[in-house]
């Protein structure tokens, strides 16, 4: 019987404990949400003093953007916070459920102490004090009866004691799933405030199409984010370097103190994994199944602004919210909003090749996650061009032509 008391307590407290982790990481989640939804009140504050404006600009659309981004981040947040509410919701059932049956152990045995005591009263007491055949057996059976009686007080004291607690966990359940509600009430007013932002862009999209000034300003815009890619491409391949070294120079050291120390070598892990990226050129799956390239690598003459540009990737025409795919296995290395390319997403694979898929809209991996070829990474969206994916092919520091990597498709 002990053992099955401790048992039970144990699971008790380790679900206490599983309980008070879920709320501190709720309160955490509350914490994110709330600074989030500052971010995007500064948004709406800029896109309103904008508005006022009758002309639609580039910067509005850009707020759009980063706007609907965070509306995308928290909707991601509530629904975390809902996954763990949930749990918790499960584990303070559970409480009632244990501390009911406890409760009711403890009434059934009480109940039956009353009854006995109904039946025999002080009788029986009396009869046993009666009965003893000695000084000593009477003073040992004064002190078990007042230990039972004792005993009977603690277990009344236990029954208040399960009974408040129960009350408190059917309380804290109520406010839970009042909260679970109200997380559910936020999530469908803040996608609905997505499904504007959408809307609205939309709108301001098909505007600023029509406007060769703003058009000009984005081919501009354009040449500098292009340049600005190319930096972070830059900076991910120095970064790449230095940690290679960094770990040769840790595998050097750990072979020479081997040596020294006369140890069996280790076989160390082979430093990349995967298909290599270089042996797969021209076979490349494409980052989506549809499509048409409406922009090839290489310089362009726009068709009515007559200005010459330089595309590092190609555009591909896709209906917006399609999914993209990753051409092959490799690591996510960086997510990131630009100017004129919106979300994107570089993927680092090996051999010292990256593949840039901009344009996008629901991005759905992290950054250091590993993906496999095929995989979902994101949904496309739309740009000034249109709803368009932009992708690109780098060897370490140099642009490549995707067409050269993509497999050819049937006509």
Known sequence: MYRLFVLILLVFTASI????????????????LEKLRKEIDAYEQRIHDSEKKEKVTLDRLDNYEKQSNLVRSLLSELIDEEEQLQVSIALTADN?????????????????????????????DLETLLSSKSINQLYIRIEYLKRFSDQRKKDLEKIQEKHRLLEIEKADLQLK?????????????????????????????????????VMKKELVRKTQAAQELENLITDLVEKERIRKEREAELARQRAAERERLKLKKIEEPPAETG???????????????????????????????KTITQNTGIDIS???????????????????????????????????????YAHLSDISVTEGQK??????????????????????????????????????RRR
């Open 17 to 32: 404990g599983s309980m008070n982790a879920i709320e501190q990481d709720i309160k955490k989640k509350e914490r994110a």
């Open 96 to 124: 009632i459920t244990f501390l009911g049956k406890q409760l009711s152990f403890l009434k059934l045995h009480y109940a039956k102490y009353v009854s006995s005591v109904y039946k025999f009263g002080r009788i029986y």
């Open 318 to 356: 896709i209906k917006s919210g399609a999914p993209v795919k990753s051409v092959a296995d490799g690591e996510v290395a960086m997510i990131h909003w630009l100017p004129s390319y919106g979300n994107l997403v570089i993927l680092r694979h090996p051999g010292g090749y990256h593949t840039v």
């Open 275 to 305: 298909t290599p990226f270089d042996s797969r050129k021209g076979r490349l799956p494409w980052p989506v199944s549809a499509g048409t390239v409406v922009a090839h690598f290489g310089n362009h003459v726009h068709p009515v602004l």
């Open 371 to 408: 993906v496999k070829i095929g995989a979902v990474i994101a949904k496309s969206g739309d740009s000034v061009a249109g709803s368009v994916l932009h992708f690109e092919v780098w060897k370490e520091k140099d642009k490549q032509n995707p067409e050269l990597w993509l497999s050819k």
């Open 177 to 213: 799933l009042q909260e679970q509600q109200e997380i559910i009430a936020d999530k469908q007013k803040e996608e609905n405030f997505l499904q504007q932002k959408k809307q609205k862009r939309s709108l301001a999209l098909k505007e600023i199409r029509k406007d060769k000034a």
